[in-house]
């Protein structure tokens, strides 16, 4: 087992520029998960999850999880591994394709995330994208009429990055997870029926 490093410039982010395409993606992704963020110890303008309507228990019921894991077809220990030690990254990434050439293989979407005991596997994956988005280590692929959003999020440790999360994604993953969350459980988690 060994910790996966990260390059300071890696060759996989080859365009350093934006098509009009992509920036209109973009503006509808970057303001979720950057500016707004849930994360409130990350952004002045964070929203928590509570203001949207969830509560503050949502992340140990597993609802909002399976809905968000349904949408992008994410299973754990096949296309979703987390791990808890960043000695595991680079096993977990072999295994969901997500080693040194991830980049290439973008038919599927997938994630491996650092997990630590402070937080859970949702707000894990939530803030390594927005590392990811703000640091600019992510790349667009047109797919169809959609976009896959490749991406690394990267730690500096005494003078070398250490990978904590590589993701590939869909951009309609990506705004569905926003739509789910932003209209919080009234509307989308399935209604319990009164008994009579």
């Known amino acids: 087992m060994s910790t996966l490093r990260g390059s300071e410039q890696p060759d996989w982010i080859k365009e350093r520029k934006f098509s009009r395409k992509e920036l209109e993606t973009l503006k509808e992704i970057l303001p979720f998960y950057i500016i707004n963020t849930m994360h409130e110890s990350y952004s002045y303008r964070s929203i928590p999850i509570t203001e949207y309507g969830w509560p503050e228990n949502i992340w140990n019921t597993g609802a909002l999880k ?12 096949h296309n979703l591994f987390a791990v808890d030690r960043l000695e595991d990254m680079s096993e977990k990434c072999k295994q969901a394709h997500l080693d040194d050439q991830f980049y290439r293989y973008r038919d599927q979407e997938r994630i491996v995330v650092y997990v630590n005991s402070r937080t859970n596997l949702v707000l894990s994956i939530f803030k390594h994208i927005r590392n990811s988005l703000a640091h600019g280590r992510f790349v667009m692929y047109p797919m169809g009429d959609d976009t896959m959003f490749v991406m690394e999020s990267v730690d500096n440790s005494r003078g ?17 997870w926003m739509e789910i969350i932003r209209k919080g459980p009234e509307e989308t988690m399935p209604r319990k029926r009164k008994k009579k």
């Open 66 to 77: 399976e809905q968000l894991f349904y949408v992008a077809n994410l299973t754990m220990n």
């Open 160 to 176: 070398s990055l250490v990978v904590k999360a590589r993701m590939v994604l869909r951009a309609s993953t990506l705004m569905k």
